[in-house]
């Protein structure tokens, strides 16, 4: 009965913090973050256009050539409307000048307006490497990466492009990012609490299963209403042990079969033994169990001792069975 009394009351513990732990999991996935993706554009895979070699010796003609190829490419972009146009004057000027951040810079812009991110970070990557505290380089690299939805990458960008310089559309595309990049933050800190929340839950519906299985272990050593034999110390504590889990009250009884006071008093210990079915009740040989009977340092038998959360709370020595059942009372209230 103790045995199946306890594994009722754990199973509908573990059961309910497994509903628990599910209920946290749904609500991590329903918080989804409602972000402005208005921007965002599919990733380009293009071939990536020719770059500087950047070990060649850059003369004045090769400068001026650049700035010439420069200046084609803003007419192409800005006069005629001609991006792709643009992008060719442009590549002309990096492989002439490949030392000019504010080239490879430019480039990255025209990709961002061409909406290609990737190929726009490649430029903008090579353009920071020669000048790390180019404005146009920053703005390009954080615009394209918000294209890319790369929110909390373009927030760094951005800001750092504000720090050399600013403008009103890198102040515009700052807002949206910056209000992406909180959501995100305000939904990680959310998830990881709930994450953190689920795994306390998780962890206590393990602890509840071991401590159901060790329980269940335990239960099956004693046998409700029966006296149980011990055959040595180690098997006496092992069945105490499996008391004190169970949370019950023990008594145990050292006798031998020589003696004739024991010989009268054993039916009465085993009709308490069924008169309190949730105490455990020992029985030890002291000629059997030598060792258990020298550890306990028995002098002489019958001798009773009640035995509850790991200590000795109480002993019989003079054969008052009613004094030993007003102890089981006591103790079991």
């Known amino acids: 009965m103790k045995g199946k009394m306890l594994r009722s009351k754990h199973l509908k513990a573990v059961e309910s913090n497994k509903d628990k732990a599910h209920s946290l999991e749904m609500e991590i996935v329903e918080s989804d973050v409602e972000l402005d993706n208005s921007d965002v554009v599919e990733p380009d895979y293009d071939p ?16 001026e050539g650049a700035l010439v190829q420069k200046a084609m490419a803003m007419d192409a972009a800005f006069l005629e409307g001609n991006l792709v146009k643009a992008m060719s004057h442009l590549t002309e000027a990096v492989v002439l000048n490949p030392k000019s951040a504010m080239l490879y810079a430019s480039r990255a812009s025209m990709f961002v307006k061409l909406k290609k991110p ?20 920053y703005k390009a690299r954080g615009m394209a990466k918000g294209m890319l939805g790369l929110w909390e990458d373009a927030a760094r960008d951005l800001h750092m492009a504000r720090k050399f310089d600013f403008d009103e559309e890198t102040t515009v595309m700052l807002k949206k990012v910056e209000s992406n990049r909180k959501k995100i933050a305000e939904h990680r800190q959310k998830y990881e609490k709930l994450q953190k929340a689920s795994e306390q839950r998780k962890a206590e519906v393990e602890r509840l299963i071991k401590m159901k299985e060790a329980e269940n272990e335990s239960a099956s050593l004693l ?18 042990d499996a008391a004190a889990k169970t949370s019950c009250l023990a008594i145990v009884y050292f006798t031998a079969t020589w ?13 308490l033994a069924s008169k309190y079915p949730k105490v455990v009740f020992l029985k030890l040989d002291i000629d059997e169990a030598r ?4 550890e306990w340092r028995i002098q002489s038998i019958p001798s009773f001792y009640l035995w509850k959360d790991g200590r000795v709370v109480g002993e019989e020595l003079q054969m008052r069975m009613s004094s030993l059942e007003k102890m089981i009372h006591e103790h079991t209230a």
């Open 118 to 137: 990737k190929a726009a970070i490649r430029d903008a990557d090579a353009a920071l490497k020669i000048d790390d505290e180019l404005f146009k380089g």
């Open 291 to 294: 060792d258990a009977a020298a």
């Open 48 to 63: 990536p256009l020719q770059m500087g070699d950047p070990s060649v010796e850059v003369n004045e003609a090769d400068r």
């Open 259 to 271: 003696c004739g006071p024991c010989v009268h008093i054993g039916p009465i210990f085993t009709n």
């Open 223 to 240: 046998k409700d209403g029966q006296v149980i034999r011990g055959a040595s110390a180690k098997d006496l504590k092992m069945k105490l």
